[in-house]
């Protein structure tokens, strides 16, 4: 693939990940993706010929990556600096498009899947939400918490601050995810310090 190639392939899986946390997956067409991303139809399924749910999981995907990427890079200074930089790229983007949008595999992962089949967006969903988990707790097994304890407040973090984004975007405030940097902060300066 063109370098030219694959920059419209990755602006397209970035159009579709920005949709889908705006409306979600099935509310949002791959018509609809590929006009948000700028991108002709024939063009996004030159890309993507499986259709919504191939789009879906790479968008999936890409969410993860450039989550994990950030948080693997904040984790280097300790857990509680990655945990902040984790709520602050959810604190931008929930307060950047002025409470629209949330995380778009949060969004895949709660929709009820079109088939009795597993969806391979929803399975890429799962395997994000585990690399970030993995990624948290090592921090925390690196300094001091006991595995079980690092395991069990890596799932928490992810899991409060999924659920915090989906509080803010109803309540159009930043006040949820406030309270909810506070206490986990708190959990994991405890499990560090024992």
């Known amino acids: 693939m063109t ?7 990755e602006r397209i899986v970035a159009g579709a ?37 191939q789009l879906a999981t790479e968008a999936v995907r890409y969410t993860g990556t450039r989550v994990a990427q950030s948080l693997r890079k904040e984790l280097e200074a300790g857990p509680v600096a990655g945990l902040r930089a984790f709520l602050a ?19 895949v992962a709660i929709e009820e899947p079109p088939t009795d089949e597993l969806p391979a967006a929803l399975t890429a969903a799962a395997e994000v939400f585990d690399e970030w988990e993995s990624l948290l707790a090592a921090s925390l097994r690196e300094h001091g918490a006991e ?48």
């Not at 370098?3 to 392939?9: G, K, Q």
């Not at 006009?35 to 259709?51: N, V």
């Not at 992810?158 to 989906?166: D, K, L, R």
Request: net charge positive; proline share 4%.
């Open 3 to 9: 370098r030219s190639n694959s920059e419209a392939r």
């Open 17 to 53: 990940a920005d949709m889908i946390s705006r409306r979600g997956l099935s509310a949002t067409s791959i018509r609809e993706m590929a006009k948000h991303a700028e991108a002709p139809l024939g063009s996004t399924y030159h890309y993507f010929p499986e259709g919504k749910q």
């Open 89 to 107: 790229l959810w604190r931008k983007i929930v307060v950047d498009t002025d409470f629209r949008a949330g995380c778009p595999v949060l969004a």
């Open 147 to 194: 595995t079980e304890q690092a395991a069990q407040l890596a799932t928490l973090v992810v899991a409060a601050v999924e659920g915090t984004v989906a509080l803010c975007r109803a309540k159009r405030s930043v006040q949820p995810l406030d309270r909810t940097a506070k206490q986990l902060q708190m959990l994991i300066a405890g499990a560090i310090e024992g």
